[in-house]
């Protein structure tokens, strides 16, 4: 069997579920959108059943596969429908639904459902994406109210930049949600992970009900830089392989597709059973992290669809059979997504092909 494989350790992502919830003093929804970010929607959100608010998904097909695997939790769409014909079956379900524009509020009034709807109003502060204007924020929630179909109402809003410790903009966004939502008595929920982890204390206390936590709980830092709380994240994920091959190359040989490693001195080379195919980011540059039975060391040349090369001239003990950890507990995923250009987010989501095995304590 190809010994790729990505474990995942699911008390991890629920101590990752506590922390977010101890720092923000709030009610969590645990976002398992893209499953789970890679790691398996419904496991994830079964290993946090009995711990967990809720759940925030994408869409309604991402929450029927929870609802149909047993979660009874709330469950957020966190872009609530894209055809109003999904509201029959989000009243059935029971499902939570933002409503992020006009279209959408009109398609509620006018619906006739066996359930009132629990909606979450969604503000514009600035991300500039989806949401209400500022201006027109206080008559969509007015019009929210009087509908029969509808419950409750949620006030809510996303941050653009919270991963920027040093940028205005979070509070800019803060400040314009707090005058919008001025007056109108409910819950509000602002929150994504790097908000938890570095705006908490900007938030006056209880002023927010709900938080939204994704990557922070699979233990991937949101922020470029260390930080202090996502210091006590555990990461969840560790994608490990094994060395299949090694060669002793003199000094000046070329290794791998358009020879973007050109052995210095002599080099000794091993093969990992992992390639692009697998997840692993085609753009990962020469010198990106990988430890080898423990031990640190780096990737050389390009990595291929199905096979990747690393150094282990430094490490003479390590050989055929070697375990890889391509990210984990040694390999922060982080510092994989910079040398690659890109986030955790993105290398977690790609994964595919490989196996995926839980473990949990109890
Ligand atoms: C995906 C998403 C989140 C979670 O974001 P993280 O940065 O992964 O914590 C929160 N809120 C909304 C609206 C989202 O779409």
């Known amino acids: 069997m190809r010994p790729a494989r990505a474990l995942i350790d699911l008390d991890a992502l629920r101590h990752n579920y506590r922390l977010a919830r101890e720092v923000s003093g709030a009610r969590a929804l645990a976002v398992v959108k893209a499953d789970a970010y890679g790691h398996g929607a419904v496991r994830c959100a079964q290993a946090l059943a009995e711990l967990a608010d809720g759940f925030a998904v994408a869409c309604i097909e991402e929450a029927l596969e929870l609802r149909a695997a047993g979660i009874r939790a709330p469950i957020l769409l966190l872009e609530g429908f894209f055809e109003a014909d999904e509201l029959a079956l989000i009243a059935e379900h029971e499902l939570w639904c933002v409503v992020h524009s006009a279209w959408q509020l009109e398609a509620i009034e006018h619906a006739r459902l066996a359930r009132p709807l629990q909606v979450w109003l969604k503000l514009d502060s600035g991300m500039h994406r989806v949401g209400f204007h500022p201006a027109d924020y206080r008559a969509a929630h007015q019009r929210l109210l009087a509908c029969t179909q509808v419950a409750k109402v949620v006030l809510m809003s ?96 070329p290794v791998g597709y358009g020879a973007r490693f050109v052995s210095e001195w002599p ?96």
Not at 314 to 331: K, N, T
């Open 267 to 362: 080099t000794r080379v091993g093969v990992v059973a992992m390639g692009y195919a697998d997840g692993y980011p085609r753009h990962a540059t020469s010198g990106t992290p990988v430890a080898v039975d423990g031990r640190l060391t780096r990737l050389i040349g390009r990595v291929s669809m199905d096979m990747l090369t690393v150094d282990l001239t430094d490490l003479p003990q390590a050989g055929l059979g070697s375990r890889v950890e391509l990210w984990g507990a040694q390999v922060p995923a982080s510092a994989v997504a910079s040398a690659a250009d890109t986030i955790p987010y993105q290398l977690f989501c790609n994964l595919k092909r490989v196996p995926r095995s839980y473990t949990q304590t109890r």
């Open 158 to 253: 996303h941050f653009a930049r919270a991963d920027e410790p040093d940028c205005p903009r979070t509070a800019e966004q803060l400040a314009l949600f707090m005058a919008a939502r001025e007056g109108l008595a409910a819950e509000i929920s602002l929150c994504n992970s790097p908000a938890v982890l570095g705006w908490s204390q900007l938030l006056p206390p209880h002023s927010t009900d709900w938080v939204r936590p994704g990557i922070m709980l699979y233990g991937a830092s949101p922020f470029a830089q260390p930080q202090a709380l996502a210091e006590r994240l555990r990461p969840v994920m560790t994608l490990e392989s094994k060395i299949i091959s090694v060669r002793e190359l003199p000094a000046g040989e």
